[in-house]
C-alpha cells in the first residue's frame, strides 16, 4: 500500500507566521488528507482534496495537490501557538483501499 | 469530541494477561480500523474492517486479534503482549475506505 511522506519532519516558526508542510507519494490516488495530532491524543481530519483538484482552503488552510509531481503541500496562515501540533498526510487510492500516514511534520509555534 | 469513543484511555497489563480494547462508533461508518502508534514511528494500520469483515490485516502477530461483531463495535484482543507492544492504539472509522478518518482519543497501553 501507498504512504505519505511528510517534509520536513520538524518545523518551528513564530506565533504570526506561515507554515508550509510537504507530502509525497508513490502511486495513484482518489483523494489526498491531512490531518492533525496533539501529542498523545487521537488525529483529527482538516482537509481533503481529490485527484481532480488543485488546491482547496478551509479557514486557514491551504492545500494544493500536484498529481504530476506526486506532491501536496499544507500551508497554515498566521500561525498560533494553538497550531502547535504533528500533522500527517494520509492518500486513498482508486480501489477503495484504506490509507497509511507518514511519519508526520511536528510544528511547533513560538508565543 | 469525533463520535468515535474508545475504552480504556490508559491501560497497563502484565506480558501474562489478556485484555480488550474496545471502540464504538454511532456515525454509521462502514469502516473501522485499528492503528498503532509508536514512540518515533509512523503510524502503522494493523486491521482494516469494512462491512464488518476484515479486508486488510498488515501481518500483525496473533497477539493481537481484532473482532468486529457490528459495524458500530471494534475490539481488540491482547494476550501474551511484549514490552515492544508498549504504545498508543488508535481506532478509527469512515464512511468507506480511504475516505475522511475520525479518530477516538487512543488507549494508552503499557506492558510491563
Known amino acids: 500500500s501507498q504512504q505519505g511522506e511528510e517534509d520536513p519532519q520538524a518545523l518551528s516558526i513564530q506565533e504570526g507566521e506561515n507554515a508550509t508542510m510537504n507530502c509525497s507519494y508513490k502511486?495513484?490516488?482518489?483523494?489526498l488528507q491531512w490531518y492533525r495530532q496533539n501529542s498523545g491524543r487521537g488525529l483529527v481530519h482538516l482537509i481533503l482534496?481529490?485527484?481532480?483538484?488543485r488546491e482547496k482552503h478551509s479557514g486557514r488552510l491551504r492545500v494544493t495537490l500536484d498529481t504530476s509531481k506526486k506532491s501536496s503541500s499544507l500551508l497554515i496562515t498566521a500561525s498560533r501557538a494553538a497550531d502547535t501540533a504533528s500533522y500527517f498526510c494520509?492518500?486513498?487510492?482508486?480501489?477503495?483501499?484504506?490509507?497509511?500516514f507518514g511519519p508526520g511534520t511536528r510544528l511547533s509555534v513560538l508565543p | 469530541e469525533t463520535g468515535v469513543t474508545q475504552t480504556p484511555r490508559h491501560l497497563v497489563m502484565g506480558m501474562t494477561n489478556k485484555k480488550s480494547l474496545k471502540c464504538e462508533q454511532h456515525?454509521?461508518?462502514?469502516?473501522m480500523y485499528w492503528y498503532k502508534q509508536s514512540a518515533k514511528k509512523p503510524l502503522e494500520l494493523m486491521f482494516v474492517?469494512?462491512?464488518?469483515?476484515?479486508?486488510e490485516n498488515n501481518s500483525v502477530p496473533s497477539r493481537f486479534s481484532p473482532e468486529c461483531p457490528n459495524s458500530s463495535h471494534l475490539f481488540l484482543h491482547l494476550h501474551t503482549l511484549q514490552p515492544e507492544d508498549s504504545a498508543l492504539y488508535l481506532c478509527?472509522?469512515?464512511?468507506?475506505?480511504?475516505?475522511?478518518?475520525?479518530f477516538g482519543q487512543g488507549t494508552r497501553l503499557t506492558v510491563v
Open positions: 474492517y469494512s462491512l464488518e469483515e476484515r479486508v
Open positions: 502511486t495513484s490516488i482518489n483523494n
Open positions: 494520509a492518500t486513498g487510492d482508486n480501489y477503495g483501499q484504506n490509507f497509511v
Open positions: 482534496i481529490r485527484s481532480n483538484e
Open positions: 478509527a472509522s469512515s464512511r468507506r475506505e480511504g475516505t475522511e478518518a475520525f
Open positions: 456515525l454509521g461508518h462502514n469502516a
